[in-house]
């Protein structure tokens, strides 16, 4: 079993950064490929970017590439998202989620074991 808890969320203006951080527990979380999704007001869940347990391999949404990045250290079972240049149209809940089905499912929400319970990022134009 895994439990996931998101943090660094808030509020930033247009063109800022935020980090959000993703804290595992569980022993087996070095072995889990892992999501960050997030969802707008009235809008579906998406997945915006996604790393393999080794952190060999990265993927991220058209919207959000060159602007965000993900990583994870093992040791700390802790996974990031840098994210620069931050746009209004990047409000959302973010949440970060573990263990999907196989790596070609990750962004697929539903192909995923465990989720957190998300964090607010608002920017403001």
């Known amino acids: 079993q895994v439990q996931l808890v998101e943090s660094g969320g808030g509020l930033v203006q247009a063109g800022g950064s935020l980090r959000l951080s993703c804290a595992a527990s569980g022993r087996t979380f070095s072995s889990y490929d892992m999501g960050w999704f997030r969802q707008a007001a009235g809008k579906e869940r998406e997945c915006v970017a996604a790393?393999?347990?080794?952190?060999?391999?990265?993927s991220y949404a058209d919207s959000v590439k060159g602007r965000f990045t993900i990583s994870r250290d093992n040791a700390k079972n802790t996974v990031y998202l840098q994210m620069n240049s931050l746009k209004p149209e990047d409000t959302a809940v973010y949440y970060c989620?573990?263990?999907?089905?196989?790596?070609?499912?990750?962004?697929?929400?539903?192909?995923?074991?465990?989720w957190g319970q998300g964090t607010q990022v608002t920017v403001s134009s």
């Open positions: 790393i393999s347990w080794r952190g060999g391999r990265v």
């Open positions: 989620a573990a263990d999907p089905r196989s790596w070609y499912d990750r962004e697929d929400e539903g192909q995923y074991h465990y």
